[in-house]
């Protein structure tokens, strides 16, 4: 389709609503996080969700006095604390960790939610939606199910639905059940209005938002005021309020909150029918119309004009060493062009890179040859290759064709590759690399505490001495903590304590089929008590697609303390990538670090730089969890070869929630089914965090183009 096509749906979109009554003009109903948990109002879900990529934060003083009491109230509501965590994995759904209690200091409740509204039914005919509250909870104070229906008619929407209420407990509104429903109405885009009956009690809301442009169309702030007929007993105002923070997680893209992203259609034409209630434009027409590169405004590439062909194999050289690169060769063989290069720019996603240069390559590669071979180096050590025609290449960055046509080869040393070489220069040995970052280790939802935690600061300072080998330290600061993280508290043995955190030397090599293997020897401190001399060993494979990948992980640690203990780890792991959803399934299975064994499965799905993941694992205990991954820092750092030294934030910050189980109780267990960060090096810092494959590049092309615009014509 054209981008004319584009516009002929606007037009007539325009032209009905320049027809229709003022009362009904206008942009389409938000939907956002409420008390619960859920796409919806105050306590009522809707059977819509929130968008896909989206991550929403609340926090409430609404909450349920028969799940955990401030001790104050004697009602079924009380003035506490209600925290949530959603965000939507995939089109339709939305996953959720709740933490609620009466105060911080006291217990609380942590639970998992779950919803999901069919992506198949034309959201102008009405959306339908079947959630799960507390979702494998072992107290199960807030376990709930429900089925809900949804009808948007301009600025309102009207919900109705029911649902079923497991617990017995005293003091507990039992909501959903015999039928709830609500109404709202947005006549602006900073305010909506909201009425609904929970099934229980009748509450109104006045909801307020920031303009998306205050942060750059890339997060929103939103807040409520909520009173009703709430049966708040005695000591409690009946006015409640929430606040919440809507973020865009497809970072790295420049996309923006409430658009589509390439992403999404690519999925919805691949899925066809299962997503065409979404209203996702398709990927030809989208496209065309609004992913062409800055290439297009005018600027279609023009071929340097050299005398010879090594005189445009040296500008080629010069040129991506003077963007930053290092360790960068260049070579010819017949009508092939090969460019192999070390990348430390781009560090929070390798995609940015590859883009990058391809995008030079196309700018400068001599017209009489025909075909690239291009390979990226970590350390000297090859970890990608793709080859691709040259006027192919030429066509994408100038926007005349959507994809390059890329395939993989299995890498090879450049020792290996019959060619005609220049280059060489800015090795990326001795040169020493610094990037600091904070680490968060905290217990949500205890009976010892709503939230207790300990802000750290770690340094990391390492340096590539020879191919494939480095050597590095990290440092903590602890920088705050509550109060059960101080000496003599419930969880002060699991603090981090300024001072020398871990020292390594690590080898990597490539052998044969495609195997990499990194071994190291190093002292660790992991927290009280727990003191090591560690020998660990990891190795992997993965398929040419990227499709496939196989691990194995060991390790020795050797007590350093007279009361420690030893331990080992031993552990393999396959994951497995479908291109199509940008989904990868996961399972580990061995004896991990606690000496638990058993297995581990879950899915992670990639939004932009950002990830989510949801988990389960089964050892001695029983662990179910959501976690996600955010960037960190800038897409783009310091180029080393500059100053002599690199210094930047680390590539992503990670977090999750989850519960446990245990002989039908929920107590505290600590690093069940864990491989300490030192055994996870060879995926993250030589394979981009398991993205560096041809399966992944080909389903964000646009990124590729998005880089070279971005960071070089600009």
Do not use: C
Not at 415 to 437: C, H, M, N
């Amino acid at each position: 389709m054209q981008a004319q096509s584009a516009e002929s749906v606007q037009t007539t979109s325009q032209s009905a609503s320049a027809t229709s009554p003022s009362f009904w003009r206008t942009q389409q109903i938000d939907t956002d996080v409420n008390v619960q948990g859920f796409g919806g109002l105050i306590n009522v879900p809707t059977a819509n969700t929130i968008s896909y990529g989206e991550l929403h934060w609340t926090f409430s003083n609404l909450t349920d006095n028969g799940a955990y009491t401030n001790a104050t109230s004697n009602g079924l509501y009380q003035d506490g604390n209600n925290l949530t965590l959603t965000a939507s994995p995939f089109p339709g759904l939305e996953a959720t960790v709740r933490n609620t209690g009466g105060t911080f200091d006291a217990g609380s409740d942590l639970s998992a939610n779950v919803k999901y509204s069919p992506t198949f039914i034309p959201k102008e005919w009405f959306s339908i939606a079947f959630g799960m509250q507390d979702l494998g909870g072992i107290t199960d104070h807030l376990d709930s199910q429900f089925v809900v229906v949804s009808k948007d008619l301009g600025p309102l929407r009207f919900t109705a639905g029911t649902g079923s209420f497991k617990s017995n407990r005293a003091r507990l509104a039992k909501r959903y059940v015999g039928g709830f429903y609500g109404i709202q109405y947005q006549p602006f885009e900073w305010l909506q209005l909201q009425a609904e009956h929970d099934g229980v009690n009748n509450a109104i809301a006045a909801k307020f938002k920031t303009p998306k442009a205050w942060m750059n169309n890339q997060a929103q702030l939103y807040g409520s005021v909520m009173t009703g007929d709430h049966d708040v007993g005695d000591g409690n105002d009946s006015v409640f309020y929430q606040v919440g923070l809507r973020v865009n997680l497809f970072q790295g893209t420049n996309t923006g909150l409430d658009t589509h992203t390439y992403k999404a259609m690519k999925m919805s034409d691949d899925l066809g029918w299962f997503l065409a209630g979404e209203n996702i434009p398709g990927f030809e027409e989208s496209f065309a119309d609004g992913y062409q590169s800055k290439l297009q405004n005018g600027q279609q590439m023009q071929q340097p004009a050299f005398a010879d062909q090594v005189s445009h194999l040296i500008a080629l050289e010069q040129a991506l060493l003077e963007h930053g690169f290092e360790d960068v060769w260049v070579g010819h063989q017949a009508s092939q062009l090969f460019v192999r290069l070390e990348n430390s720019l781009y560090n929070r996603n390798n995609i940015d890179a590859i883009g990058v240069a391809l995008g030079m390559v196309a700018n400068h590669a001599p017209a009489e040859l025909a075909a690239l071979d291009f390979t990226l180096s970590r350390y000297g050590v090859p970890t990608f290759r793709a080859q691709a025609s040259l006027s192919q290449l030429v066509k994408f960055y100038d926007g005349a064709i959507m994809e390059p046509k890329l395939t993989a080869a299995t890498p090879q040393d450049r020792d290996s590759v019959l060619a005609s070489w220049i280059g060489g220069e800015q090795q990326p040995y001795f040169t020493p690399r610094v990037k600091v970052y904070p680490i968060v280790p905290n217990f949500i939802g205890t009976e010892i505490g709503q939230v207790d935690f300990n802000l750290t600061l770690r340094t990391n300072v390492h340096m590539p001495i020879w191919q494939g080998a480095e050597v590095y330290a990290e440092y903590d600061l602890s920088v705050a903590r509550s109060e059960d993280f101080d000496a003599g508290g419930s969880f002060w043995k699991y603090r981090s304590q300024t001072g020398l955190k871990s020292v390594f030397a690590r080898q990597t090599m490539q052998l044969p089929f495609n195997v990499y293997v990194a071994g190291g020897v190093g002292i660790v401190k992991e927290q009280y008590n727990e003191e090591h001399n560690v020998a660990v060993l990891e190795a992997g494979w993965q398929s040419n697609n990227g499709r496939h990948r196989l691990g194995y992980h060991y390790a020795y640690l050797q007590t350093r303390l007279a009361s420690g203990i030893d331990r080992r780890i031993f552990t393999g792991s396959y994951r497995y990538y479908m291109p199509e959803l940008d989904l990868n399934v996961f399972m580990e299975g061995g004896q991990f670090w606690a000496g638990d064994k058993g297995v581990t499965v879950g899915l992670s799905t990639n939004i932009g730089d950002s990830i989510l993941r949801v988990f389960a694992s089964e050892t001695d205990v029983s662990i179910k969890g959501i976690g996600f991954t955010i960037p960190l820092g800038s897409r783009k750092d310091m180029a080393p070869s500059k100053y002599g030294f690199q210094a930047r934030t680390a590539e992503r910050f990670n977090y999750g929630l989850a519960t446990s189980s245990y002989n039908g109780t929920n107590q505290i267990f600590v690093n069940r089914a864990y491989r300490p960060a030192y055994m996870q090096q060879l995926n993250g810092r030589y394979f981009n965090f398991d993205r560096l494959g041809i399966a992944y590049i080909n389903e964000n092309l646009p990124r590729l183009r998005q880089a070279y615009a971005e960071f070089v014509n600009d």
